[in-house]
């Protein structure tokens, strides 16, 4: 029993590492992804670093000092409409935005992994009761059912990375049940079991692996998504609360300002954009490096 | 504060004068002792003592004469220039004034097509049934009573003269006109009034903003062909204002009856222009109705109007696309919030902005006296001394607030009290120390205060979202360090919490020719129901139930009920005074409202008829090609 199950897991951890090792020479090899990796990893690099990298402390204002344009003396990117330092802002801003999407990411992935999992190795009435459940919530846009979420929540940083986070759930327990479907009939995890394994042991030890791929491809491009998301709550007024440097907050205060004082808006805009782009063309080379055959540029 | 520098330096000269006294004295004694020294020591004493008392009473007149002037005369000219500074261009007028466009002379032209602006769509065309700013997409087409002239002056419209109240008060006769007729031909007499009120009194049926107007009234009735008895809740002082106000509007009787629930979306009323055409969220058409002859007392065009069509066009409530829509000729008038807007298209010599000072209350945060700590009277008197009110406003009122406030009736208002504006100052400073002397020291480790059971101060001033809200909890956090919370929260829910009480702060504001825009915010019967009755202030514990010991319904209730103007005008600079010492609101600003024009392409006077939301159209005429 004891060596059925060692062989099983010795193979596939040979196997599994190849198979990382090709996917990192084929990430390498995509200019694009890696590009946007080290764009991420700057991005990252200026969250961590924002109280540093700002020149002037976070609730800072000076109405005399209102809407001075870029290059102004002490302002590389210019003031808002209270004489904030909008540099300063969109550097704090980088915090938040980043922290929303790897939280809201990583409720999703861990939350709908193990739904996923569960329905997928167990089947039955947990199965069908769980996919009913995620039919019900895939039935509405991602979005709208974050809105949903935190309207009965009630509006808040806080509460928008929880609803993102609950609104991708389905997508990834989806994923994850028709990958575990599969997986568990394959023949290592047909002979832990018939070696008396316990069921949480053969899910997450064999089966998971077979799909942290996918997940990872999705968690990639969803970080992407889960902050233009958020920003798009906090434009509304359901995500950050002013003065909260939050990059769709600031772009909904500076709508008023946009033909006398672009620079707020555009700016932080760019930062919003340019971090999303980084992040999905990092996802776009995760998913060519890990998924070849599933790439339409590869055939 | 002058009668505190006046003694001090009383007080320094005194002293000054007792060593110059004492030491010249003490010299004579010194140098020796001949009597005609001392004489002479003795006469420059005198002249010290001559130049002080004669100083004091100088100076106090001469104080006294400035502030007489500062409240009569300067205030106007200080905002203009104020307003000028921040917005070269902006043509700043008293919101009680006719202001001609772009300037020009009274020079009408027939024909053409005339454009105004609303936020959205109305949600009926009825007066019965309608809310929000529908007035003022109907103002081309409906009229009514009494309405306001220049100065606040109260004009009859479709009543031929000033109603005439009975020995006993309670009832007035309104005498009417007998040249009017409704756009479908049906006459305009007592009959279609009374039917008009017992429409709005009807309470089953009676859902809108006219509610407000007419809940003075307990009936109407027929005298005569042409005139109608109206009986009033108890004596109503202010009734023909009542009737001035925008909902009370006069509607085709045999249209309502003929159309029934189709009224609303085919209206039938008196004024210079006929409804033509509704398009949901797009625009409402009007013709001339070439049979008026009706025009208001202030009107410089009695007759129809002069534009063949009026359109009033339904805007986003986004600020920068109504800016853009004015300035690409969607429209030819425009109010516009934005400072930055404002400001540029100000300075653009093609428009001409209009900016008139409103009356009332001027904006303000009222603070619940009922929630800690603004329990603490001396936590509320400490925000009003230590909150920066231009800081706050930058962003409100299209940022423009040229003047700031410090008493609850702007100036202009009918019981503005001059002595109300002088209890608080700006001053920093002094909110600290008034903190710290009411045990509420600052903590180094987050430079916030706290009580003296280690409670960290905190308010509640949820965002909606406003443009002040941020602002005043940077402000106050960092100047006055109290905490400050802002949570996003939906207009609607934070109406409802603050009807209840849940949080600290609020801004708001309410115009008005009078003090009575005090009643429906400080009236202790207002508290806890539905409006913006938020400060609590000798709240009786009962929603909706009045404290028989308040003394702010007593000074409210004395000058509403009051047929002698100076009675009422002493009741409410009492009452404004009254609410002062008790640091029951922050006041902010005086508005100024901005109204952008483009005078080539609209001509005549906007006149904004007293507290109404759109202006009289009968004297606009198109200068379009």
């Given at each position: 029993?004891?060596?059925?199950?060692?062989i099983a897991a010795?193979?596939?951890?040979?196997?599994?590492?190849?198979?990382?090792?090709?996917?990192w020479?084929?990430?390498?090899?995509?200019?694009?992804?890696?590009?946007g990796?080290?764009?991420?990893v700057?991005m990252?690099?200026?969250?961590i670093l924002?109280?540093?990298?700002a020149?002037?402390p976070?609730n800072?204002f000076?109405i005399?000092?209102?809407?001075?344009p870029?290059?102004s003396a002490?302002?590389l990117?210019?003031?808002d409409?209270?004489?904030?330092?909008?540099?300063s802002?969109i550097?704090?801003g980088?915090?938040?935005s980043?922290?929303?999407g790897f939280?809201a990411?990583t409720?999703?992935?861990?939350?709908?992994t193990v739904?996923?999992l569960?329905?997928?190795?167990?089947?039955?009435?947990?199965?069908?009761a769980?996919s009913r459940?995620l039919d019900v919530m895939?039935?509405?846009p991602g979005?709208?059912?974050?809105?949903a979420?935190v309207a009965?929540l009630?509006?808040?940083?806080?509460?928008?990375?929880?609803?993102?986070g609950v609104a991708g759930?389905p997508s990834y327990?989806r994923?994850?049940?028709?990958?575990?479907?599969t997986?568990?009939?394959?023949?290592?995890?047909?002979?832990?079991r018939a070696?008396?394994m316990?069921d949480?042991?053969?899910?997450f030890r064999?089966?998971?692996?077979n799909v942290?791929?996918?997940?990872?491809?999705m968690?990639?491009?969803?970080l992407g998504?889960?902050?233009?998301?958020a920003?798009g709550?906090?434009f509304l007024?359901?995500?950050?609360s002013?003065?909260?440097?939050?990059w769709?907050?600031?772009?909904?205060?500076s709508?008023n300002?946009?033909?006398?004082a672009?620079?707020?808006?555009?700016f932080n805009?760019l930062?919003?954009?340019v971090?999303?782009?980084?992040?999905?063309?990092?996802?776009?080379?995760?998913?060519?490096a890990?998924?070849p055959?599933?790439?339409s540029?590869s055939? | 504060?002058r009668a505190?520098?006046?003694?001090?330096?009383?007080a320094v000269?005194r002293?000054g004068m007792?060593?110059?006294?004492?030491?010249?004295g003490a010299?004579?004694?010194?140098?020796?002792g001949?009597?005609q020294?001392?004489?002479?020591v003795?006469t420059q004493?005198?002249?010290?003592?001559?130049?002080v008392t004669?100083?004091?009473?100088?100076?106090?007149?001469?104080?006294?004469?400035?502030q007489k002037?500062?409240?009569?005369?300067v205030?106007v000219?200080?905002?203009?220039?104020?307003a000028k500074?921040?917005?070269p261009?902006?043509?700043v007028?008293l919101?009680?004034?006719p202001?001609?466009?772009g300037?020009?002379?009274w020079?009408p032209?027939?024909?053409?097509?005339i454009?105004y602006?609303t936020?959205g769509n109305p949600?009926?065309l009825?007066?019965?049934k309608?809310?929000?700013r529908?007035?003022?997409?109907?103002?081309p087409?409906y009229?009514?009573?009494?309405t306001?002239g220049?100065d606040y002056?109260?004009q009859?419209?479709l009543?031929a003269?000033l109603?005439?109240v009975a020995?006993d008060k309670?009832?007035?006769?309104?005498?009417?006109?007998?040249?009017?007729?409704?756009h479908?031909?049906t006459?305009?007499n007592a009959?279609?009034?009374?039917f008009?009120?017992q429409?709005?009194?009807?309470?089953a049926?009676?859902r809108?903003?006219?509610?407000?107007?007419?809940s003075?009234?307990?009936?109407?009735?027929?005298?005569?062909?042409?005139s109608v008895?109206?009986?009033?809740?108890?004596?109503?002082?202010?009734f023909?204002?009542?009737l001035?106000?925008?909902n009370?509007?006069m509607?085709s009787?045999?249209a309502?009856?003929k159309l029934?629930?189709?009224f609303e979306?085919?209206?039938?009323?008196?004024g210079?222009?006929?409804?033509?055409?509704?398009?949901?969220n797009v625009e409402?058409?009007?013709?001339?109705f070439?049979?008026?002859k009706?025009g208001?007392?202030?009107?410089q065009?009695k007759?129809?109007?002069?534009?063949?069509?009026?359109?009033i066009k339904?805007?986003?409530?986004?600020n920068?696309?109504?800016a853009q829509?004015?300035?690409a000729?969607?429209i030819?008038i425009l109010?516009q919030?934005?400072f930055?807007d404002v400001?540029r298209?100000?300075?653009?010599k093609?428009f001409?902005?209009i900016?008139?000072l409103?009356?009332?209350t001027?904006?303000?945060?009222?603070?619940?006296?009922?929630k800690?700590p603004?329990?603490d009277?001396?936590?509320?008197?400490?925000?009003?001394?230590g909150?920066?009110?231009?800081t706050v406003?930058?962003r409100?009122n299209g940022?423009l607030?040229?003047l700031?406030?410090?008493n609850?009736?702007a100036?202009g208002?009918?019981?503005?009290?001059p002595?109300a504006?002088?209890l608080?100052?700006?001053?920093v400073a002094?909110?600290?120390?008034?903190l710290?002397?009411?045990?509420?020291?600052?903590?180094k480790?987050?430079?916030?205060?706290?009580?003296?059971?280690?409670k960290?101060l905190?308010?509640?001033?949820p965002?909606?979202?406003?443009?002040v809200?941020?602002?005043?909890k940077?402000?106050?956090?960092?100047?006055?360090?109290i905490?400050?919370?802002?949570?996003?929260?939906?207009?609607?829910?934070?109406a409802e919490?603050s009807?209840?009480?849940?949080y600290?702060?609020g801004?708001?504001?309410?115009?008005g020719?009078?003090?009575?825009v005090?009643?429906d915010?400080?009236h202790t019967?207002f508290y806890?129901?539905?409006?913006?009755?938020w400060s609590f202030?000798?709240?009786s514990?009962?929603?909706?139930k009045a404290?028989?010991d308040?003394?702010?319904?007593?000074?409210l209730d004395?000058a509403r009920?009051?047929f002698?103007?100076?009675?009422?005008?002493?009741n409410w600079?009492?009452?404004?005074?009254?609410?002062?010492e008790n640091a029951v609101a922050?006041?902010?600003?005086q508005e100024?409202?901005?109204?952008m024009?483009?005078?080539a392409?609209?001509g005549?006077?906007?006149?904004?008829?007293?507290?109404r939301t759109a202006?009289?159209?009968?004297d606009?005429y198109?200068?379009k090609?």
């Open positions: 029993m004891a060596t059925a199950e060692r010795e193979g596939l951890t040979t196997v599994a590492r190849s198979e990382w090792r090709m996917a020479a084929r990430l390498r090899r995509n200019r694009g992804a890696m590009a990796g080290v764009i991420l700057l990252a690099l200026v969250a924002a109280d540093v990298l020149r002037e976070l800072a000076d005399p000092g209102a809407l001075r870029p290059l002490g302002h990117l210019g003031t409409d209270i004489g904030r330092d909008v540099f802002r550097v704090r980088a915090r938040i980043l922290r929303i939280t990411v409720i999703a992935a861990v939350a709908g739904i996923g569960m329905a997928g190795y167990f089947g039955g009435w947990l199965d069908m769980i459940v895939l039935a509405f979005l709208l059912l974050a809105i979420i009965s009630g509006p808040g940083l806080n509460n928008a990375m929880i609803a993102l759930v327990a994923v994850v049940r028709g990958t575990t479907l997986a568990r009939e394959l023949g290592y995890v047909r002979a832990a070696t008396g316990g949480g042991r053969i899910m064999h089966v998971l692996p942290i791929s996918p997940i990872l491809i968690a990639t491009l969803g998504t889960s902050i233009i998301s920003a709550l906090s007024g359901l995500g950050a002013p003065p909260e440097p939050e769709g907050l600031e772009l909904s205060l709508r300002y946009l033909r006398t672009w620079w707020i808006s555009t805009g930062a919003l954009a971090t999303v782009l980084s992040i999905n063309l990092l996802g776009d080379g995760l998913r060519e890990l998924d055959q599933a790439s540029w055939k | 504060m505190a520098m006046g003694l001090s330096r009383r000269l002293a007792a060593g110059l006294v004492g030491g010249v010299a004579a004694l010194a140098a020796c001949e009597r020294i001392v004489e002479k003795v004493t005198v002249e010290v003592v001559k130049v004669k100083e004091v009473p100088v100076e106090k007149i001469v104080t006294t004469e400035v002037v500062v409240t009569k005369e205030v000219e200080k905002i203009v220039e104020a500074e921040r917005a261009g902006l043509d007028n919101i009680t004034r202001v001609a466009i300037g020009a002379k020079n032209v027939k024909g053409g097509e454009s602006f936020f949600n009926s009825d007066p019965q309608w809310t929000g529908a007035p003022e997409a109907t103002s087409m009229e009514t009573l009494y306001w220049p002056a109260i009859p419209h009543a003269e109603p005439k020995d309670l009832s007035w006769v309104v005498p009417l006109r007998k040249d009017v007729k409704f479908d031909g006459a305009f009959d279609a009034v009374v008009n009120f429409r709005f009194l009807d309470q049926a009676t809108g903003s006219v509610v407000r107007d007419v003075s009234i307990k009936s109407a009735e027929k005298v005569d062909e042409f008895r109206f009986q009033t809740n108890g004596p109503q002082p202010l023909a204002k009542f001035a106000g925008q009370p509007v509607v009787p045999d309502v009856k029934g629930k189709d979306r085919n209206p039938v009323g008196t210079p222009y006929k409804f033509v055409s509704w398009k949901d409402i058409t009007y013709a001339r070439d049979d008026y009706w208001p007392p202030f009107a065009n007759g129809p109007g002069l534009a063949d069509t009026a359109k339904m805007l986003s409530t986004d920068a696309a109504r829509a004015f300035e000729g969607e030819d109010l919030f934005t930055p400001q298209i100000a300075a653009n093609a001409h902005v900016g008139f409103n009356t009332g001027g904006q303000y945060h009222p603070m619940n006296t009922r800690w603004l329990t009277i001396n936590v509320r008197k400490a925000l009003i001394h909150l920066d009110r231009r406003s930058v409100a940022g607030a040229p700031l406030v410090s609850m009736l100036p208002t009918l019981g503005h009290n002595e504006t002088k608080y100052d700006w001053n002094k909110a600290n120390k008034i710290d002397d009411a045990g509420y020291p600052k903590k480790e987050d430079s916030l205060r706290y009580d003296k059971d280690g960290r905190e308010l509640i001033f965002n909606t979202p406003n443009p809200a941020e602002l005043f940077l402000d106050v956090e960092r100047n006055l360090g905490f400050v919370d802002v949570p996003n929260i939906e207009f609607a829910t934070f919490g009807d209840k009480g849940n600290h702060l801004w708001v504001g309410v115009g020719p009078d003090g009575d005090l009643y915010r400080f019967s806890g129901k539905p409006g913006r009755a202030f000798e709240y514990g009962e929603a909706g404290n028989p308040a003394k702010i319904d007593k000074l004395a009920g009051n002698d103007q100076a009675a009422r005008i002493k600079q009492a009452a404004d005074l009254y609410l002062m922050i006041p902010l600003v100024l409202l901005a109204w024009t483009n005078p392409k609209i005549g006077v906007l006149f904004m008829q007293g507290i202006p009289y159209f009968g606009f198109s200068l090609k």
